[in-house]
């Protein structure tokens, strides 16, 4: 958990990043665009995939957003889109 957190905070800070409960985190990537944050999540995946560590991980870009707990659900269900 604590390497997994490491990438996180190397990859996207500290501003946003939080850890949500057991082995889940929640980034909200303020101020990137679509891609960018995409070719981050590829990368933080790799580099702990390097390390012996395979995680899931799962994005949901949006603009607005309404309901935290409806983008950490829909973010849940797109983790094979890495």
């Known amino acids: 958990l604590q390497a997994v957190a490491r990438q996180i905070r190397n990859t996207f800070g500290t501003?946003?990043?939080y850890r949500i409960g057991g082995d889940e985190f929640l980034v909200f990537a303020v101020d990137?665009?679509?891609e960018t944050v995409y070719r981050l999540g590829q990368e933080a995946e790799e580099a702990l995939s390097r390390k012996g560590i395979h995680v899931s991980i799962g994005i949901r870009w949006a603009t607005?957003?309404?309901?935290?707990?409806d983008l950490i659900k829909?973010?849940?269900q797109e983790r094979s889109l890495l």
């Open 64 to 69: 607005e957003v309404p309901s935290v707990n």
């Open 74 to 76: 829909e973010a849940q």
């Open 32 to 34: 990137l665009d679509r």
């Open 15 to 17: 501003q946003h990043s």
